[in-house]
């Protein structure tokens, strides 16, 4: 078990490893949301391209019109 300096120097050490990593979780949850370009007007659900907004849109909303920006995407 560390004891005086060498526990002092650990806990300076994780208190470090701890904020980098409570930084990171923060820029990818930002990177994630930010990928999120499309919003599907049926169920408002957000897809990050036009392929997969596509698929997404002919397999949950079959019955509904494509919508404009869809019709000349390649699936």
Not at 13 to 23: D, I
């Amino acid at each position: 078990m560390a004891r005086g300096q060498q526990k002092i120097q650990s806990q300076q050490k994780n208190a470090k490893k701890q904020a980098e990593m409570k930084k990171s979780s923060i820029d990818q949850k930002k990177a994630a949301a930010k990928a999120l370009n499309h919003t599907c007007p049926v169920c408002k659900t957000q897809v990050p391209d036009l392929k997969t907004y596509k698929q997404h849109f002919e397999n949950k909303h079959p019955k509904s019109p494509l919508p404009q920006e869809l019709i000349d995407v390649a699936a």
